[in-house]
């Protein structure tokens, strides 16, 4: 039931975002309550004064694995950039690459975040890259040697789930490394079916944090999470277009 | 937390069916898993010999609420002529009122539905009618007096999960009495779409009893029950379209 | 080509409301252009006085069938009444049948309408009921005599499309009467996905007559229903979920 | 009404394949049926022998422009290639990229389309480049001097339509050329709905082919791409969430 990245085994397949919470206080317990072991940031809040960060001495004892991401690199060369601030501030490895030209939609650029995650890996980094629902482009990023891929369900924040079903389906059969599900999933039915289909993980950031109770609603995504995998193992029964009876019909008048 | 059906307060918001499970002991364990608290069953499959009833004596123990169901009725007069057959049977005033004239799609009658359910209530039945999700409908089965309402999601057995969508969103807003989805939900993730809508409960049977692990699968039912509600008491944020950045996008780079 | 409804024959599967539009004249325009021969227009409209009707007036030469429903009718008796002024003042005994108790969200009442079906053929009405896609009560519907059923595919002016579709699709499966798509056709596209699953035709105001130019919308709403039915008729093929190549692939580099 | 590729206007927003047919004379009927002016062609078909090539001499006389498309190329390099071949072949500067490195489901591959356009622009060709619902990419494919977009609604032959629709939406916002929707158009409606959004065009092959009867299919695809097209410039109305009576609601009764 564990999975790894990077050959670090992880128990929680929900992954957390620490942007847009009330406080760092709520955003601590929402984490606790999330369950996550993996934790992503955004580089640019960190690096001006690392020691005034409430976020990183806020949750400074819990047991994560900080994720810094490169949110706001526009390209590969910024990107790397940021990337190589973080495993300076951070001392990790670990780099969630999301390179977005485009400040409205916020949607990755497919051509320099192959290009970045290429020399990332070959600068040691564990790369985990935010990418369309792109199989080819998936299979790409896994050849080049990233340690998952993180495509999206919909536009990051717009909470519409997964409107790239028919495309995760074929990345999950193809994959060699671990699908996380990002971007999109705005309510615990959303994590459920990721993880039904198949997927390794999801990451949640607004859904939780602009929730009216991030607290309870982190808990709802990890039981979510928890239940769609369960659901992939257990075997989910096909689709069909007819009825069938859970009962029998045979009249019991006769 | 709780809810409440006929003054009975009620911890699990998961109801289960007893139908095409492939051992009687299976079931149980089934049963034991999705900590279900009401459990219905087919009157025709108790009648003819109660006493050697598998379903029945595998379950005797558990704390269960029997809610016998007139399925395999094709009108008023048999679902009545049932219900009171499981009255005596079962010695539970308790009663899922199906009607359903149509063998291959199993979808429900609205006409000799509320017809039966009009004269059970008179009979002293708690009436717990599954109905097509027809607001109208529902709001006049409950003016009858029945103690919830049951609208299906999509066609009985079909796995397709809530389909009537925006018709159950409808329903919700206008019950006095606890709206439980029925029919049609194959995964976890319709489960916990429901409870998000704002369902009180839902009731599963195929999706369990037809999983390659039935106990697995009722576990994650209870876990996406569970997710869903707590999701809807927290308040999910709204979808839109733009995206939304989880994380500050000022050029981190100057 | 051409169907039939009370052994009137039609060329034209596309009904028109008369409901919302700007001007008489501009009602008449797309009137003419979307090529209806059956035109709805509701009663209360028309009993003050029947020579000011603008409507009336502004299309009296043309060749089409006045469709009178019962819209604002609360229950059966309302619209039994409703429908005998129809034709005392329209000298038709062709109704739509349109009873919604529920101002907001204006859904049919299936067991008034019912109620009211069997009356009014009784009555030598020739009856299109209003109705939710229920296929059960479409089926009682027609066995009463309606001369043909009008299921909705999302509520009125919702402009949602066929939320419906899979209840359609029964519904059309069954009936020995014209079926026409009633509510919820916001685009062309509804309207030709309505045509290519069987349906016979479909009824269409509001995404006419609130549209930015409504008589370039009525064509292309008529286009769109032939198209539908072309394809229909033609034979569509079926989704599947691989890719099929259009084009050979064989490498031709080779 | 008219829209241009490259300097050449154009009255049909129909684009057309030329594979899977039956015969020559059943694709020539169905060409003519369709109003395309552009049909697509794969340049393996023709290369060995021009001459015996049925599909071009039964289309010779056609008033169409040839749009060779690379398919079968894994690369950027094998796809310049075939251009070139087809730009000798068809003395045409017209070519459809199409690269997939990946023979089951036929997606095409970010990087080196958008490698192999760049080179093939600086050649003097006119690319028309097939790509994933990608609006960075479509973006991109557009500033290295593409004359048109073609992202795909779902997997080629799929039939499944607009699944990447909200993608769709925002490639059409942000573009500057012709977006031309390929790729998993099934039915009318769903050629009806690219256009609604706001598509230039739309390419279809498998649905006319594979049909019963391409030739009417072809007809009903031409209407519904029509159909669309106009609603687009008229002008739809929103979709929204509660009813809206599209007939007067004040009581008639009173």
């Given at each position: 039931m564990t999975w790894m990245i990077d050959g670090v085994e992880l128990q929680s397949r929900l992954l957390s975002g620490?942007?847009?919470?009330?406080s760092a206080s709520l955003m601590r317990a929402a984490l606790e309550a999330s369950g996550t072991e993996i934790v992503t940031l955004a580089l640019k809040r960190i690096e001006h004064d690392m020691q005034s960060d409430d976020m990183l001495s806020a949750t400074a004892d819990l047991p994560l694995h900080l994720l810094p991401n490169t949110s706001g690199a526009k390209d590969a060369k910024e990107a790397i950039f940021a990337a190589q601030l973080g495993r300076e501030l951070?001392?990790?490895?670990w780099v969630k690459l999301e390179i977005h030209?485009?400040?409205?939609?916020l949607l990755p650029d497919p051509v320099e975040t192959l290009l970045a995650a290429e020399q990332l890996v070959k600068q040691g980094f564990t790369v985990l890259p935010y990418c369309h629902a792109d199989p080819v482009l998936c299979k790409r990023l896994q050849e080049v040697g990233c340690a998952a891929v993180m495509p999206l369900?919909?536009?990051?924040?717009?909470?519409?789930?997964?409107?790239?079903r028919d495309f995760l389906q074929i990345i999950i059969e193809q994959a060699s490394v671990p699908v996380i599900v990002d971007a999109g999933i705005g309510a615990p039915s959303h994590a459920a079916e990721a993880m039904e289909l198949g997927a390794d993980a999801v990451l949640v950031n607004t859904a939780i944090a602009s929730s009216g109770n991030p607290v309870v609603m982190a808990r709802a995504f990890a039981q979510a999470v928890s239940a769609g995998r369960q659901a992939f193992e257990a075997g989910l029964a096909g689709r069909h277009n007819g009825a069938s009876a859970s009962s029998p019909l045979t009249a019991f008048l006769e």
């Open positions: 620490s942007g847009k919470f009330g951070l001392q990790t490895n030209p485009d400040p409205r939609h369900g919909s536009p990051i924040g717009s909470n519409q789930g997964l409107q790239t």
